[in-house]
């Protein structure tokens, strides 16, 4: 049964997630009943979809006076991995049952100033 205009008036709120403070744009990801968010501040949460409940956090190391300005705007899965960009222009997999950063490619070439907001793209593996 789907949504439509003859029950949309019976949607009730099933729960809230309250996301770091700072600017966002987001798009949570639902995958395999687990929903993945962008925080911002280089913060990614996975949550029960179902539920609500909190299941793991990646918060990644950076300057604290920049944390609410730097925004992700989007990830993406690919087999195991979330794959996300970060402020400091790093591509980063974490595990997606643990949160566990397994690689992380900085992209920038250590140059100071590279950023990235945008989401991953994953193509063809």
């Known amino acids: 049964m789907g949504i439509d205009r003859s029950n949309v008036d019976a949607l009730r709120l ?3 997630w309250g996301l770091e403070p700072g600017v966002t744009q987001t798009t949570p990801l639902v995958h395999d009943g687990v929903m993945y968010v962008a925080n911002p501040g280089n913060v990614v949460q996975a949550l029960d979809a179902r539920t609500g409940d909190f299941l793991w956090e990646y918060r990644r190391e950076m300057d604290e006076r920049r944390r609410s300005a730097a925004q992700m705007r989007s990830l993406a899965v690919y087999q195991d991995l979330v794959v996300l960009n970060t402020f400091d222009a790093h591509i980063v997999g974490l595990d997606v ?11 920038g070439g250590g140059q100071e100033g590279y950023t990235f907001s945008s989401g991953p793209i994953v193509v063809d593996g």
Do not use: L, Y
Request: glycine residues 8%; hydrophobic residues 35%.
């Open 97 to 107: 049952r643990t949160g566990e950063a397994r690689w992380d490619t900085p992209v």
């Open 14 to 16: 099933a729960w809230s």
